[in-house]
């Protein structure tokens, strides 16, 4: 399919960040989007890249009302050589694909997201950052755009990529961040849709984030929902807890979500021959290695956040300090190594990096 390419005026063209240091997330986009439309017996057409800017939409589109969502969430970084580069890409069109069946909407080859995706980004290449902790964050949506009232899957939809320059997700940057475990609340529950990538299980969780931010914190961890026992996620990353010598995170049981950054971080710890376990944790042994010393660490991993150590965990009212409050070694050797093969600063044996051009 070939892919049309409609150039952004002089006049839409936009003013790019001045200092890249100061870049936040999320609230900064670049001059143009890849969006393509699929209908019913049709299939996916009219690819095209096209200048930023709003998109036309029935007020009946079903994607507005019953949540017929799902999005990606991926990085281009820009190596010390000029070369931008993509990090385990093709993951991300599998698991946009995997939440696509989940949600009962139409599946997006992997050539025509790769292909529209490296367009776009280097159409818009000047917006890839070279400030160090920067990267151009990628953002592939799709939505139900049939506009129709009953409940069932549309016949239509659009899939597109907007891309933006982005600095570090949380305002803590490398500090650690609190946590509040959340126990009234949940986020998902096996046999729902937490292990989609979907708009729903994000607007789950904003009452109890906001809640929890209230009283200074940063994210909820979320416990398992039939049991309120296990620990599950944080909503913006997987967790990993270090245990004496084990590293442990919860299995992909269905209520949370695969992140590609926890499978990367699994392979590094066990080709680093580290105890490595996938396994459900409870709270109870959390907070109880954090009373006996024996909680040596504990940290999220994200596209978006990458590793983002925790320094204070809350449970019931009682705060407990992982780490001294710092950023352990093991979440900083891995920060090193996960952003020396993302921005091609070493070898990659995984075969997960790609030069898309510079
Ligand atoms: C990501 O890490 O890319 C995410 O999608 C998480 C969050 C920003 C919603």
């Known amino acids: 399919m070939e892919i049309t390419i409609t150039p952004a005026s002089p006049d839409q063209l936009k003013k790019k960040p001045s200092d890249e240091s100061q870049l936040g997330f999320g609230d900064i986009f670049t001059d143009h989007l890849f969006m393509v439309n699929y209908a019913s017996g049709k299939g996916w057409f009219d690819p095209r890249i096209v200048p930023y800017g709003d998109i036309h939409l029935?007020?009946?589109?079903?994607?507005?009302?019953?949540?017929?969502e799902i999005f990606e969430g991926l990085k281009a970084y820009r190596g010390k050589d000029n070369g931008i580069y993509l990090f385990r890409a093709g993951d991300n069109c599998a698991r946009l694909n995997r939440s696509a069946k989940r949600l009962c909407m139409p599946e997006v080859a992997i050539d025509l997201f790769m292909e529209g995706m490296k367009k776009l980004i280097l159409m818009d290449k000047e917006w890839v950052p070279r400030t160090e902790g920067t990267s151009l964050y990628i953002r592939p949506t799709m939505l139900a755009t049939e506009p129709h009232l009953g409940v069932r899957p549309s016949r239509t939809y659009?899939?597109?990529?907007?891309?933006?320059p982005v600095g570090a997700y949380y305002k803590e940057g490398l500090n650690p961040v609190k946590i509040y475990v959340e126990d009234h609340y949940i986020r998902a529950a096996v046999g729902g849709t937490g292990d989609a990538k979907t708009a729903g299980n994000y607007a789950a969780s904003l009452l109890a984030t906001e809640l929890a931010m209230k009283k200074g914190f940063t994210q909820v961890l979320w416990l398992d929902a039939a049991e309120k026992k296990y620990v599950e996620e944080v909503g913006t990353m997987n967790m990993f807890f270090v245990i004496g010598d084990e590293i442990i995170t919860a299995p992909l049981n269905g209520s949370i979500l695969p992140g590609i950054t926890r499978d990367s971080v699994l392979h590094i710890l066990k080709d680093w021959?580290?105890?490595?376990?996938?396994r459900s944790l409870t709270?109870?042994?959390v907070i109880a290695a954090a009373e006996s010393g024996s909680l040596k660490e504990a940290f999220g991993t994200g596209t978006a956040a990458v590793i983002s150590p925790v320094g204070q965990i809350t449970f019931k009212g009682k705060d407990y300090v992982v780490a001294g409050g710092k950023m352990g070694d093991l979440s900083l050797r891995l920060y090193d190594e996960i952003t020396a093969?993302?921005?091609?600063?070493?070898?990659?044996?995984?075969?997960?990096?790609?030069?898309?051009g510079e």
Do not use: C, N, T
Not at 58 to 68: E, F, K, N, R
């Open 158 to 164: 659009i899939f597109y990529i907007i891309i933006g």
């Open 273 to 278: 021959g580290l105890a490595v376990s996938e």
């Open 58 to 68: 029935d007020p009946a589109a079903m994607g507005l009302h019953y949540g017929q």
């Open 341 to 356: 093969l993302q921005y091609a600063g070493k070898p990659d044996p995984y075969g997960w990096v790609e030069r898309i």
């Open 283 to 285: 709270i109870d042994e």
